[in-house]
């Protein structure tokens, strides 16, 4: 099979870019927890990039694509990369070739991609149950989620036999793998782990340095170019719409939450901005191969308001999800999922086509991804949660929560300034 | 002798300072403090919460002055720190029974 330089040369960047994503993620949540748990929360994230790296280079990607079983989980053929080489080998051709997927980068070139997403998922968890949990606790939640769900819901909707592939769900970047699969699992964890001391009454819960916030939020607006371009998974046109969709969500996402924000608390505000441009990317990335630019702007728009709305759920329905992953990533994503559903027209990509194109059914689909995702997700997760509470415990003890994470879990401070 | 304690808005203390030099006083402590008073604390916002913030930033400053210095100190510090908005913080005055140089091993007004 023949490989594109062109091709191979952006999947490259874009993986790079993706894998940035991670310490961009550690810094928007970093800025919003207290300073004593500043580092805690940044070694959840970067720590991610260990566990998943290895565990995907041994098991992960041959669950995720290795040849199937059933529609529900790869086999264990690509165990250690096994036959994962630098070219493209006619096996491997065939597979993709059976969901009219052609190939043209290498195979190891495809499988870092990959990796890049299976890192950040994970890691986007840490913000719900921040400045409480055990890092034992969620290294282990990280080394069986990747495995056990994340795996899994990948081979689904990315492998070209996966079940939702099949059935021809939409969902260009992840907005099921990733978002949804990582936000009813930060859900699930939040509540089995409870909720911080002193929440939700006590001011100390502010956000202790927002510009690390706005920093973090830069980096991942500029990384989830190459997490939705690069999702073309070629130097193309579709490549460039999803850019360009990308940018016009996050960029209207902001605007939408600021709006909101500063019609009913009479303020605009920096994590206002932050948080809108994250739900706008959040929403864009299962649509952003698939549906026009007028449409990217509506989805960026709904997604900065209805997130914003979402946040004061957390406080009538009584869980601490720390930095709202619940209202900015499952909302997000569940939103994006079903305006990908309604946006999509054949005109931007051939593959998909929905509600608006003529094709009501496609929203059907989209609904039953979402709720497949919710549900597998969700159990699993939960099951995930009490083995590894028997095992290690979730939750640090009372010392640790007052002095911080950081001093009693890591034995470092994040400021120094005497 | 007595001792000055001043708590005042951060934004203030430079011009506090200027003041306090121009009326020929020598030195000062200052120290970053937290308080409230009848000002209460202030509101915050973050993603639609609101955060009662009881505890503000203020600056207190102490310094030492010789009785026939006392009226000219506490009135640089009263006028310089005035906004006339509440918050404006508060003068104290302290009576100081000793005083002494480290150095020199001077005591009294000497010291100051």
Redesign the interface.
């Known amino acids: 099979m023949e490989i594109s330089g062109a091709d191979t040369a952006f999947v490259l960047i874009c993986a790079a870019l993706v894998l940035f994503m991670t310490p961009g993620l550690a810094f928007f949540y970093g800025g919003m927890v207290r300073q004593r748990n500043v580092l805690a929360m940044l070694m959840q994230n970067f720590f991610t990039i260990s566990i998943v790296t290895t565990l995907w280079v041994l098991v992960g990607f041959s669950l995720a694509f290795g040849p199937d079983n059933g529609g529900f989980i790869g086999g264990l053929d690509f165990m250690g990369l096994k036959g994962i080489g630098q070219g493209i080998t006619e096996n491997w051709a065939n597979m993709w070739a059976e969901g009219n997927v052609t190939m043209t980068v290498p195979e190891l070139a495809f499988m870092v991609f990959q990796l890049m997403f299976a890192i950040i998922t994970p890691a986007l968890m840490t913000g719900a149950f921040a400045e409480r949990l055990k890092f034992k606790a969620y290294a282990l939640i990280a080394v069986l989620w990747s495995i056990l769900v994340y795996a899994p819901v990948a081979h689904w909707v990315w492998s070209p036999n996966g079940w939702l592939f099949k059935l021809g769900a939409l969902d260009f970047a992840g907005g099921t793998v990733v978002h949804i699969n990582a936000g009813i699992g930060a859900l699930v964890i939040a509540l089995m782990v409870g909720k911080r001391k002193g929440w939700?009454e006590s001011?100390e819960?502010?956000?202790h340095n927002l510009p690390l916030t706005l920093l973090g939020t830069g980096i991942l607006w500029f990384g989830w170019f190459g997490f939705n371009a690069g999702s073309a998974l070629g130097a193309n046109g579709l490549a460039v719409q999803a850019f360009v969709n990308t940018h016009i969500a996050a960029a209207v996402g902001a605007l939408g939450w600021v709006v909101i924000?500063w019609i009913?608390?009479k303020?605009p505000?920096t994590?206002?901005a932050a948080?809108g441009a994250v739900a706008g990317l959040v929403a864009i990335t299962p649509a952003a191969g698939f549906v026009p630019e007028w449409a990217s702007m509506v989805i960026g728009l709904l997604a900065g308001i209805v997130c914003?709305l979402f946040?004061?759920v957390k406080?009538k329905a009584g869980y601490d999800d720390s930095l709202?992953v619940v209202a900015v990533h499952l909302v997000g994503g569940i939103l994006g999922a079903l305006l990908t559903g309604v946006f999509a027209v054949k005109g931007v990509n051939a593959l998909g086509s929905g509600l608006i194109d003529g094709n009501a059914a496609q929203l059907g689909k989209q609904a039953l991804a979402v709720g497949a995702t919710l549900l597998y997700s969700g159990v699993v997760t939960a099951i995930i949660a009490i083995v590894v509470k028997a095992v290690v415990g979730l939750r640090v003890d009372e010392e640790t929560e007052d002095v911080g994470m950081d001093l009693a879990e890591h034995s470092e401070r994040a400021y120094v300034l005497d | 002798m007595k001792q000055v304690v001043a708590v005042i808005k951060p934004h203030k203390l430079d011009d506090v300072k200027d003041a306090l030099k121009e009326a020929g006083i020598q030195g000062m402590t200052v120290v970053d403090a937290k308080g409230f008073g009848r000002q209460r604390g202030q509101t915050e916002v973050y993603r639609g919460a609101e955060y009662e913030i009881e505890f503000i930033p203020k600056i207190r400053i102490e310094l030492v002055v010789a009785e026939s210095q006392l009226d000219a100190a506490v009135e640089a510090i009263r006028s310089a720190a005035q906004t006339g908005k509440i918050g404006d913080g508060k003068i104290f005055v302290i009576p100081v029974e000793r005083a002494l140089r480290i150095r020199t091993g001077e005591e009294g007004e000497d010291a100051l």
Request: proline share 17%; net charge negative.
């Open positions: 939700p001011p819960m502010r956000p924000e009913k608390d303020h505000t994590l206002g948080s914003f946040v004061s406080f709202d």
